[in-house]
């Protein structure tokens, strides 16, 4: 080897050695910083698991929701504990609580305006029986809009930066969180009869179809007749029963409405409504009636009402459109 390559081989030597402890000094800070993120959680206020919670308010730039257990150890909304609220949503606020980890703590923070806590994004608040109660106020996002600035426990002295998941789910609406009513299993099985009521155009009320299955004594399937005529091929009434098969109520709209969010919802005068006869396994026979208002301003969906529950949900168009089609012309 020559004096030249010699003296190659020592500057390469000599330049991986600098990046090698270059390397080491920032894994080292990393590292440092942290066990420093995880301890900062630790000294300003433990986060409890999501079990010991018994109490939580969840503030947005919209709503603040105040959430309890009560003595049966059921969540409830606390300005309507008989709201039908879904029993795995505040678990799952409280779970996006307990697991958060700082991605940063800024020990010297600028004013709390430079990360919009003057005017938050989201806060909670959280309690139990025998654990610190614990509070964070969100300000607004990181220049990657995936994280978010946040205080502790009112302390301003020291910001923390975690992922968006718990900021993400304190914008989730009430009735986002409504358990929505499950429609019974309508197959050709065990329907009876489907009886569709149309709009209503000023004194003359619409077309009202009547379809009646009929079934030979051993069972097997059914043969739908309307207005005495065996319809059971048409293409309408196919599309109506595989539809039915599939109802499901998309989301909860209006809870308790008042007589004006009912009007403006078209349940003044409802585009259609619907009454079916079917039998449970048990051989008994029920009635489910669908009550049919406007679509919404985007036109997706349909609004509806399940027999005396006032409450308004929304149906998917693709679960509407044979029943709104016998509402408008009937069986043609």
């Known amino acids: 080897m020559t004096w030249k390559e010699r003296r190659t081989v020592t500057i390469l030597s000599i330049i991986l050695a600098v990046l090698a402890a270059a390397l080491l000094v920032v894994l080292g800070i990393r590292y440092r910083e942290h066990r420093a993120a995880d301890g ?19 503030s947005n730039s919209t709503a603040t929701l105040s959430f309890s257990l009560d003595e049966t150890g059921r969540w409830i909304w606390s300005d309507d504990p008989d709201f039908p609220l879904r029993q795995d949503a505040v ?8 697991a958060l980890t700082p991605q940063q703590v800024l020990s010297d923070p600028e004013d709390p305006e430079t990360y919009g806590l003057d005017d938050p994004t989201a806060s909670i608040t959280a309690s139990g029986e025998g654990v610190a109660e614990i509070s964070l106020v969100f300000g607004k996002a990181t220049t990657d809009g995936k994280s978010y600035y946040a205080v502790m426990n009112g302390d301003e002295s020291v910001l923390y930066i975690f992922d968006g998941a718990l900021q993400t789910a304190l914008q989730t609406p009430i009735y986002d969180m409504c358990d929505l009513p499950d429609l019974p299993g ?4 065990n329907l009876s009869s489907v009886v569709i009521q149309g709009t209503p155009a000023g004194e003359t ?14 069972g097997g ?17 196919q599309a109506l029963l595989e539809d039915l098969e599939n109802w499901m109520l998309a989301r909860c709209v209006d809870y308790r409405p008042s007589d004006e969010a009912a009007d403006i919802c078209g349940f003044s005068a409802p585009d259609a409504s619907v009454t079916i006869t079917y039998s449970t396994e048990g051989g008994t026979d029920q009635t489910l009636v669908l009550t049919v208002g406007k679509a919404p301003a985007d036109g997706e969906g349909r609004y509806v009402r399940v027999g005396e529950d006032t409450t308004i949900y929304l149906m998917e168009t693709a679960l509407m459109d044979p029943l709104m089609r016998l509402a408008a012309n009937g069986l043609e």
């Open 40 to 58: 900062a959680v630790q000294q300003t206020g433990a986060i409890a698991p999501a079990a010991a919670y018994t109490a939580v308010t969840c």
């Open 91 to 98: 678990p799952a606020i409280l779970e996006a609580l307990a």
């Open 186 to 189: 309508l197959t050709e099985a």
């Open 205 to 218: 009320p619409g077309p009202v179809t009547m379809l009646n299955a009929q079934r030979a004594e051993g």
């Open 221 to 237: 399937d059914a043969a739908w007749r309307c207005d005495g005529v065996n319809v059971t091929d048409n293409p309408t009434v």
